[in-house]
């Protein structure tokens, strides 16, 4: 077996960590090293504030809202991105002291070559599990529709053919042709939009936000959510 294809199933009878968003992909992950792993937390990187996760610009509380309906520990920190990779190898450190064995993430167009997350896992002695590499984007979103999880879209580029209408929108098959037929990767690999997950089988019980007003920033319009 080749390193990369491990990739794939690392997880598979080992105890992991997940890093961790909020949105569909590291949830769909997460979901599915855990039916083949134990998983033992999730890493959630803060921005140099501590106020908002660096990924998907959520509120800490609502993150360890998912956490504790989930039901794993949060190993996070805040950093700016010139300590961004120093602190998270931290987190990893701490998490293989704890038993961690693999880093699981939900990414699925990872090149082989100069991947960052395969880099930091070296060097924190771990080994690194992405369940979605290289999948279909089409069939890993009917995938987590499939399941039951009921997400989000938290995050629009506006310039990336989305617009603030679509803020607030829960991925359903319907949403997802809508999406495709306006020329949007479906699992907004093209950094078109984010999620944030509120329910499915992982969650012991749903997540209740309330929908703040949106903020712009140039290209990007958010909707802040907190909990309700």
Same mark, same amino acid.
């Given at each position: !077996?080749?390193?990369?294809?491990?990739? +794939?199933?690392?997880?598979?009878?080992?105890?992991? /960590? *997940?890093?961790?968003?909020?949105? +569909?992909?590291?949830?769909?992950?997460?979901? +599915?090293?855990?039916?083949?792993?134990?998983?033992?937390?999730?890493?959630?990187?803060?921005? %140099?504030?501590?106020?908002?996760?660096?990924s998907h610009g959520m509120p800490p509380e609502l993150i360890q809202a998912q956490a504790d309906s989930i039901g794993l520990p949060v190993y996070t920190a805040a950093?700016?991105? *010139? $300590?961004?990779?120093?602190?998270?190898?931290?987190?990893? %450190?701490?998490?293989?002291?704890?038993?961690?064995?693999?880093?699981?993430?939900?990414?699925?167009?990872?090149?082989?070559?100069?991947?960052?997350?395969?880099?930091?896992? +070296?060097? *924190?002695?771990?080994?690194?599990? !992405?369940?979605?590499? %290289?999948?279909?984007?089409?069939?890993?979103?009917?995938?987590?529709?499939?399941?039951?999880?009921?997400?989000? /879209?938290?995050?629009?580029?506006?310039? @990336?053919? !989305?617009? $603030?209408?679509? @803020?607030?929108?829960?991925?359903?098959?319907?949403?997802?042709?809508?999406?495709? *037929?306006?020329? /949007?990767?479906?699992?907004?690999?093209?950094? %078109?939009?984010?999620?944030?997950?509120?329910?499915?089988?992982?969650?012991?019980?749903?997540?209740?936000?309330?929908?703040?007003?949106?903020?712009?920033?140039?290209?990007?319009?958010? @909707?802040?959510? $907190?909990?309700?």
């Open positions: !077996m080749t390193e990369t294809t491990g990739w +794939k199933n690392n997880a598979q009878d080992h105890r992991f /960590i *997940a890093s961790f968003s909020g949105g +569909k992909d590291s949830v769909l992950a997460l979901y +599915k090293a855990s039916q083949v792993g134990q998983a033992i937390g999730l890493i959630v990187m803060l921005e %140099e504030e501590g106020q908002r996760s660096r950093a700016s991105w *010139a $300590e961004y990779e120093h602190v998270f190898i931290g987190l990893l %450190e701490n998490a293989k002291n704890q038993g961690a064995e693999v880093l699981v993430t939900g990414d699925l167009d990872m090149p082989e070559h100069g991947c960052w997350h395969d880099q930091v896992t +070296k060097k *924190a002695g771990l080994k690194l599990g !992405m369940p979605l590499w %290289e999948m279909n984007h089409r069939q890993a979103v009917d995938e987590f529709i499939n399941l039951g999880f009921i997400t989000m /879209i938290v995050t629009v580029n506006l310039s @990336l053919g !989305m617009t $603030e209408e679509d @803020l607030g929108r829960t991925l359903t098959y319907e949403y997802v042709q809508e999406l495709e *037929a306006r020329g /949007i990767d479906p699992c907004g690999e093209g950094g %078109e939009f984010h999620t944030n997950v509120i329910d499915g089988p992982l969650f012991k019980q749903p997540i209740h936000v309330r929908k703040c007003s949106i903020v712009r920033d140039g290209d990007y319009a958010f @909707l802040p959510l $907190e909990l309700a």
